[in-house]
């Protein structure tokens, strides 16, 4: 029980906290890079298919060192939605775990009244938009 109290005990200490601060700044520095580059890897890849690509979720507002990412993308595709996960999963290098949805624009159009998709789109960051 002791050393649970002086584990938390070394988090209120200033240093410690400056120092996780300054991690923390460097691992999603790190991140953003990575994710812009990612992004740019799958418009070359999949050119026009590619509708919108959204981050939602914790990320956009704070990301920690134990933050993950929630990737929304929309695009053209004959394949269903697991290949098209797949796809885009085999594209991205990122240092944190990502979850990813991958909709047609048809599907994407069905999900948003859901309640999930409302909550997602509440605080999403659009990161690319396919101009009309």
């Given at each position: 029980m002791a050393r649970t109290?002086?584990?938390?005990?070394?988090?209120k200490n200033p240093k410690i906290q400056e120092k996780l601060?300054?991690?923390?700044?460097r691992r999603r520095e790190k991140c953003k890079k990575l994710l812009w580059e990612s992004i740019?890897?799958?418009?070359q890849k999949l050119g026009n298919k590619v509708?919108?690509?959204?981050?939602?979720?914790?990320?956009p507002q704070r990301a920690d060192l134990f933050s993950y990412l929630?990737?929304?993308i929309v695009m053209r595709s004959d394949k269903d939605?697991?290949?098209?996960t797949k796809e885009i999963?085999?594209?991205?290098?990122?240092?944190?775990?990502?979850?990813?949805?991958c909709y047609t624009p048809e599907g994407f159009e069905k999900m948003k009244e859901s309640p999930f998709m409302k909550?997602?789109?509440?605080?999403?960051?659009?990161?690319?938009?396919?101009s009309d």
């Open positions: 109290g002086r584990f938390h005990e070394n988090f601060c300054r991690e923390n700044s740019e890897i799958i418009k509708y919108r690509i959204n981050l939602f979720g914790s990320f929630d990737i929304l939605f697991v290949e098209r999963y085999s594209t991205l290098s990122l240092p944190v775990d990502a979850d990813i949805v909550r997602a789109l509440e605080k999403e960051i659009v990161l690319y938009k396919k």
